[in-house]
C-alpha cells in the first residue's frame, strides 16, 4: 500500500540550515522548558531533543539574560534555534545580535510599528526569518469585538500582522494559528491556508497532558497534514520536550510524510494471546529507541493470526506457549523459543541495518 | 466557539442495551486482554473498564471453555459483553447459548454457507447482533488476487459477508473493517460509508505502542468520526485496555463528540514558568481521573499569558514565583500562594461539581 499525500506548494524560508515550505520535508520542532540563561541545563536538553531527531528548536526569552544566552547556546547546539519573544522588541533585537536563527513573535504585543520595523529590518540584515505567531487567546481587541474568538479573527491577525512585515519589505515568513481546541485550530489553518502561499507552522496549543495533548495534537496536526497545510510542525505536551517530537514523528509516520526509525505494529492482546507481549513491545521499543533505519516491525502475540495479520511488516515475531515464530513479509523464517523472541528479532534489525547500509 | 460535526444517519442496532448507529452517542469499547476462561481475571479487568467508561467489552473465545465462562462473566458485570469468535461456529453457537450480547465473527473463516447460516439462525433467535469484522491481513485469497491488500478488496469482503448473513434474513449487523495503517482503514471506511447504511465499529487495527497506537488511532478514528464516519469505536494499544478506553474518549472529547470527564487544558511550559507543572498536572490529572463531570480546567505555567490563553476554560490556576492565581473563563478570581494552587484548585471543582449536581 503505498497512498501519498499531496502536499500544498509554499513559499520557503530557511531557519539557519533547514528549509521550510516548497519542497522541503515537513520540519519536526520543539521548544525548551528550561529557564534559557540557564546555559547547562538548555544544551544538555537541546543536546537530548537533537538525539531524538528534533530539526529546529525554540527558545523563550523573557529577559536580556536570556537573549544573551543564546550566542553560548548556540555554540554548543548543531540545530537552529528561534527564539521566542513577547512585548520588548529590544529582546527581539538582542536575541538577533546573539546569532538567532529564527525569531516568533505576535507583532500586535511588539508594540509600535516604529518598534516592529525596527526588528524586520535587523531581521533582514541578519537574513533570519520571523514566524507570525497568533494565539486564539491572545487576539486584538478590535478583531474579538468584530468576529469573536473565532477562526476569521484569528486569520485576520495573522494577515494583518504579515502585511505590517511586508509594509517594511520584510518578506521571510512563517505564520502559526493556534487554539487550544482542535475544531477551532483545523478552520482556522484551512482559511489561513487559502489565503496564503506563506509557509505554515502548525500545531494545537496548550494542548495539555501525554494523552490528550497527544491526541488532540495528532488528530489537529494529522488531519491538516493529510489535507496538505503545514510545513512545520510542534507537537505541545506538558510533558519533556522529547516526548513532543517523539509524537511529531509518529504523526509523520502514521501519515507515510516521514520515515524515521522503525515503525511498530503490534496488537492489542486477547485471551489468545499465550506470551507477555507488553513485556517484549517494551523491550523492543526500547532497545531501538535511537534508531533511525525506516523499518516495519510487528510483533504479535499469536502464531495463527500474527504473519498473515502482519504481512506488510519487513519483519515480525509471533508469540506462542514456550515458542515462537520469526517472520519476514508475512513469510514465517524459523521457531524461536519464546524466551530467545526479542533477542532474534533485535538481531534480524540488526542485519538488515548493515545490509541496507 | 462551538463547531459541531454532523454525524451520517446509520441503521441502529443493540448491543444488550446499548444502541449503536442511529442517533445514539458513539460508544466506546474495548476487549479483555485476560484469558476468558480465568473468569475473576476477566471481571476484574471488566470492572476496571467500566470505571473508566467501557461501555462495550469483547472477550477472546478460542475454546469451549472460554465460551463457557461467558454465563458466568456476564452475571458479574454491568455492559454488554460480545464474544469474538474464530474458525469455529460451534463456538458461536456457545457463546449465545452462554448469553453472549453480541457476536464478531469472520464468517469468510467459519466455514460453510450452512455453518453460518446457523449462527445467524440462532443470533436472530436471541436478539443478537453480528459484527462482520473484516481485516486487511486476512482477505479472502480471489479478492486478494484480484484487488491486491487494497480498501476496495476489504469493502468488497465486507459487503460479501453482510450479503451472506442478509440471506440468511440476518440483518441487525455492524462492520468494521480494519488496517494496521492508518490512510489504509481512512479509505477503505469512507468507501465502505459509502455504499451501506449500516452502523459501523471504528478502528486501527495492531496500532501499536502507546505513542504510535494513541496516534495512530487518534488519526485514523478521529479523521473518520470528524467526517461523519462511525457509530461505535475501539482504540487498539499494546497495553492496559483501560487505556484504550481513556485514549478513545480524549478523541471524542478533542473533536466535541462527547464529553466524559475534565478536560484539562495546559501549556507545555517554557523558560517563563517558574512553578513545576508537570508535577501540578500529575496531582490534578490523577485527583480527577475517575470524575465524570465534564469541565474544562487551565493548568498554566505563567500569571501573564496563562488566564488570557485560556480564556474558555470554565476554571483555572496560573503559576508564578511563589505566588499564583486562581481565575475563571479568563477572569482573575483571587492570588493563590504556590504551594496551595493544588488544593484551592481541586476545592473549586468539586463547588461546581456539587453546584451542577
Known amino acids: 500500500m503505498s497512498i501519498q499525500i499531496q502536499r500544498k506548494k509554499t513559499r520557503q524560508v530557511s531557519v539557519g ?5 516548497g519542497n522541503a520535508p515537513v520540519a519536526v520542532q520543539s521548544m525548551t522548558n528550561t529557564f534559557t540563561h540557564d546555559i547547562p541545563a538548555t544544551v544538555k536538553l537541546i543536546h537530548r531533543l537533537e538525539a531524538a531527531g528534533c530539526e529546529i528548536i525554540r527558545v523563550a526569552v523573557p529577559d536580556m539574560p536570556a537573549a544573551e544566552a543564546i550566542r553560548s547556546i548556540k555554540n554548543q547546539i548543531h540545530i537552529p534555534l528561534i527564539a521566542d519573544i513577547h512585548f ?3 529582546l527581539a533585537l538582542a536575541a538577533l545580535k546573539a546569532g538567532a536563527d529564527g525569531l516568533r513573535i505576535n507583532p500586535g504585543n511588539i508594540g509600535s510599528n516604529k518598534k516592529v520595523k525596527a ?3 535587523q531581521a533582514r540584515d541578519y537574513g533570519v526569518p520571523i514566524r507570525v505567531g497568533v494565539n486564539a487567546g491572545s487576539l486584538e481587541k478590535d478583531l ?4 469573536g474568538v473565532t477562526p476569521e479573527a484569528m486569520v485576520q491577525s495573522a494577515l494583518r500582522h504579515v502585511e505590517l512585515l511586508r509594509s517594511f519589505d520584510f518578506h521571510d515568513i512563517k505564520i502559526s494559528i493556534k487554539a487550544s481546541d482542535v475544531l477551532t485550530t483545523l478552520e482556522a489553518y484551512r482559511l489561513l491556508s487559502s489565503k496564503t502561499d506563506l509557509p505554515l507552522h502548525v500545531g494545537v496549543t496548550e494542548a495539555g497532558t501525554l494523552y490528550s495533548g497527544t491526541v488532540k495534537s495528532a488528530i489537529g496536526i494529522g488531519m491538516l497534514l493529510y489535507e496538505g497545510i503545514g510545513d512545520t510542525i510542534r507537537v505541545s505536551l506538558t510533558r519533556d520536550p522529547v516526548e513532543e517530537v517523539r509524537v511529531g514523528y509518529e504523526i509523520l509516520k502514521a501519515l507515510n510524510i516521514r520515515q524515521r526509525g522503525p515503525e511498530i505494529i503490534s496488537c492489542p492482546t486477547c485471551g489468545r494471546c499465550q506470551v507477555n507481549l507488553f513485556s517484549i513491545v517494551d523491550q523492543i521499543e526500547s532497545a531501538l529507541m535511537n534508531k533511525t533505519i525506516p523499518i516495519k516491525i ?12 502482519a504481512k506488510e511488516a519487513d519483519i515480525g515475531i509471533a508469540g506462542g506457549a514456550g515458542q515462537g515464530i520469526l517472520f519476514k513479509k508475512g513469510k514465517v523464517v524459523k521457531k524461536v523459543k519464546e524466551k530467545d523472541l526479542v533477542k532474534v528479532l533485535l538481531e534480524e534489525v540488526e ?7
Open 17 to 21: 540550515p533547514v528549509k521550510i515550505g
Open 88 to 90: 520588548d522588541y529590544r
Open 119 to 121: 526588528v524586520a529590518d
Open 144 to 147: 474579538r469585538k468584530k468576529y
Open 298 to 309: 510487528a510483533i504479535m502475540g499469536c502464531v495463527v493470526n500474527g504473519p498473515g495479520e
Open 351 to 357: 542485519k538488515i541495518e548493515e545490509l541496507r547500509n
